[in-house]
């Protein structure tokens, strides 16, 4: 075990008005204001001359390209590997197009272009402050999510399913100076952040920010919230309003306070981070016909949708369709098949006692549940969307149910769904990735 040194920063992410909010389909214009800033924040230790950082950004998500930047720039600039740098998105629901969904926002490569910068500059200047530490693990519980996958006679919907799976726990990592005075807290937990709809135009880090600020005042340190595995987990009220967003916010703040003051911290870590890439298996193409057939149908949709005078944001989502529609077709009538998808999954070690783990995609909580109960790491924070995502990864019972994440959010994403078969080869994946770290 080594000595333990530590940094933390925080940079405000913000963007101008105007640029486009993604999220959700058909939103009307663009972005109209601010309801509270947007941030990206780091977490940089060191231990034995090993050097890991971790970004948690008030984002959807991000672009592949975006991650393979600041991880660039990271080792450039502050000398931290590119395999030792996880960058993970909050996903709310009330942030710029930072990831191409098509129909769902255009990417504004300005806001981009300063966004890798700011997020470079937030890595440097964390490790810049790195000092002696201490690092503690917690875990407590908030009640704010239910599973949203409603089982209807003859589909699903995304609606309540209380019977459905949650995991209600709360990750905490807490990270204090060599006085025992907080310097930074990381919590994790998996729900959506849709508490604000599509009827909300203002920038806002949604629940999370509420809850982070929370923690920040109380605690008077840097908070930064990590989201989970949340494929399937929504908030109680979606849709709703700030006060709402305040409420739930609220909770887990005030939970993770909780939880942040019964850690006990250690000045020694022992830091390994391990990474791979796993080629996961997607669905072949339709037969030519059945995707000509796509094609038209979805053009018919949109000159429908333009005579009866829809909005902007719902004439984007039919013109990605189309746009979805001709790449399908082009994929059939050039015979491809059995084409895989990249899907990256990074594991850190703090301590022999805990890891994180996380992974590029709306994965499903069940994988969390799984994952954290069989991990050789007594504690361990698994999260989605992280250096990247994807697209929703259902669980291999969910293909037949259908729905939303299964039969429409791929068409956004890319072109092809994944095969069921993918949830074995992430589950087997992931804690290969654990047991190797271990040792
Ligand atoms: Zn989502």
């Known amino acids: 075990m080594a000595k333990l040194r530590a940094g933390v920063s925080s940079v405000n992410i913000t963007p101008p008005i105007g640029i486009d909010l993604t999220g959700f389909a058909g939103r009307p214009s663009p972005a109209v204001g601010v309801h509270d800033d947007l941030h990206a924040k780091c977490l940089a230790l060191e231990a034995d001359g090993v050097r890991v950082g971790i970004v948690t950004v008030d984002l959807l998500g991000l672009d592949r390209d975006i991650v393979e930047r600041v991880r660039e720039g990271a080792e450039r600039e502050a000398g931290v590997p590119r395999s030792n740098l996880m960058l993970n998105a909050s996903h709310t629901h009330s942030g710029p197009a930072t990831i191409s969904l098509k129909g769902l926002g255009e990417r504004d490569e300005l806001y981009v272009e300063e966004l890798v910068r700011k997020l470079i500059g937030a890595v440097k200047m964390a490790f810049d402050r790195l000092r002696p530490a201490r690092i503690g693990f917690g875990r407590g519980e908030a009640r704010i999510g239910v599973n949203r996958r409603q089982r209807l006679r003859d589909r699903t919907?995304?609606?309540?399913?209380?019977?459905?799976?949650?995991?209600?726990?709360?990750?905490?990592?807490?990270?204090?100076?060599?006085?025992?005075?907080?310097?930074?807290?990381?919590?994790?937990?998996?729900?959506?952040?849709?508490v604000l709809g599509a009827k909300n135009l203002l920038f806002s880090a949604d629940y999370p920010g509420y809850a982070v600020r929370l923690v920040e005042s109380v605690e008077g340190c840097v908070a930064m919230f990590a989201q989970g595995c949340c494929g399937d987990v929504n908030p109680e009220v979606v849709g709703g309003t700030f006060e709402d967003a305040r409420r739930i916010g609220t909770i887990l703040g005030a939970h993770a306070i909780g939880v942040a003051e019964a850690v006990r911290t250690s000045e020694e870590a022992e830091l390994r981070c391990e990474r791979e890439v796993l080629k996961l298996p997607l669905q072949d193409p339709p037969s030519p016909e059945e995707a000509g057939r796509l094609v038209e149908r979805y053009k018919r949709e949109l000159r429908e949708a333009i005579e009866r005078g829809e909005n902007r944001g719902q004439i984007m989502v039919r013109e990605g369709m189309v746009r979805w529609a001709e790449e399908v077709k082009r994929l059939a009538e050039e015979g491809v098949k059995g084409l895989t998808c990249d899907f990256e999954i990074q594991a850190i070690q703090l301590s022999e006692e805990a890891a994180i783990i996380g992974m590029a995609g709306e994965v499903f909580v069940d994988y969390q549940l799984h994952i954290r109960s069989r991990s050789p790491y007594p504690f361990t924070m698994v999260l989605g969307y992280t250096n990247g995502c994807i697209g929703y990864v259902p669980t291999e019972g969910a293909y037949p149910e259908g729905g939303y994440e299964v039969e429409v959010a791929y068409k956004y994403y890319g072109t092809l769904m994944l095969r069921p078969e993918s949830d074995r080869i992430i589950r087997e994946g992931a804690l290969s990735l654990l047991r190797g770290m271990r040792g």
């Open 157 to 194: 919907v995304i609606g309540r399913n209380p019977e459905g799976p949650v995991d209600t726990t709360i990750y905490l990592i807490r990270v204090d100076d060599d006085k025992g005075k907080p310097m930074a807290i990381l919590f994790s937990h998996a729900v959506h952040p849709v």
